[in-house]
């Protein structure tokens, strides 16, 4: 093995370990008694291990009622965003009409808006709407994210023509060559970005906060947060309701890793 190749492991293990110790932190002290917390000398394994902190959560939260508006939320987000940017997507790559091009570069433009200046006008639309505090006010300002756009178009510009050809002489519409060809082909694509939004919507604290004003409309991050104002610093409860917030995320990815990192090694083949 070369230098370079040990020193570039070497670095991934240091990388790998400074993500990982926070999250081993986060579960350590979800598992201990809130006495042990603020020890002078802090431990990595408790000596006592309790699952009060977790008890805690279950008891003072709505906490059932707050996964499932993340769920709700997390899901339709997801499912919205790979319809919209599929067919935005093949339609950028595959497709040739009157300013496409302009079109798209207005669309990869808009990535360089930060969010925090869409937040009042899409505040006062939805108001006008009578949409705020309902699921809808979540979901609508995630669809057809311009990073997903830009992701498919990049992975559909690497299919071969071919296909559509061949498909085409077969007498299959530009519909059916779509849905039966392009997107069974992207599904390492798709999977990549249904995780990156999955994750983004999941965990979303800000506009949360401004298009809710009930605690029965709470996502989980937002729940969770109302655990520090309510109860003081329980830092055991605050971990553990972290934790909580934490496993669909870690499940979602254990699930598709293989495919998110096949998407993101493809995505960019060919543009």
């Not at 006495?35 to 977790?54: D, G, K, Q």
């Not at 971990?239 to 998407?263: C, D, E, K, T, W």
Request: proline fraction near 5%; charged fraction near 10%; glycine fraction near 6%.
């Amino acid at each position: 093995m070369s230098t370079g190749r040990v020193f570039g492991t070497l670095v991934m293990y240091i990388v790998g370990i400074l993500w990982v110790l926070p999250v081993l932190w986060m579960v350590s002290t979800s598992l201990k008694p809130e006495s042990m917390i603020m020890e002078a000398v802090p431990r990595w394994i408790p000596a006592v291990f309790t699952l009060s902190n977790y008890q805690g959560v279950l008891e003072r939260a709505a906490l059932f009622k707050w996964l499932l508006n993340s769920v709700i939320v997390a899901a339709a987000a997801t499912f919205g965003v790979l319809a919209i940017d599929s067919m935005a997507g093949y339609a950028f790559a595959r497709i040739s009409f009157p300013g496409r091009d302009v079109l798209f570069m207005i669309v990869v433009a808009t990535l360089m808006v930060p969010a925090q200046v869409t937040m009042i006008p899409l505040f006062f639309m939805l108001n006008e709407a009578t949409l705020l505090n309902t699921h809808l006010a979540l979901v609508l300002p995630r669809l057809g994210v311009a990073i997903g756009v830009f992701m498919l178009r990049q992975f559909f510009l690497s299919l071969p023509h071919d296909l559509e050809e061949a498909a085409a002489i077969d007498g299959a519409s530009r519909y059916r060559v779509f849905v039966q060809i392009a997107l069974p082909l992207a599904k390492p694509a798709l999977s990549a970005l249904a995780i990156v939004t999955f994750v983004w919507a999941w965990n979303d604290f800000m506009w949360p906060l401004i298009a809710i004003s009930t605690q029965d409309m709470y996502t989980l991050p937002i729940g969770l947060s109302t655990l520090a104002g309510y109860y003081g610093r329980e830092y055991g409860i605050q971990m553990a309701g972290a934790v909580i917030a934490s496993l669909p995320v870690f499940v979602v990815f254990l699930m598709f890793q293989r495919q998110f990192i096949q998407g993101i090694a493809l995505t960019g083949l060919k543009g």
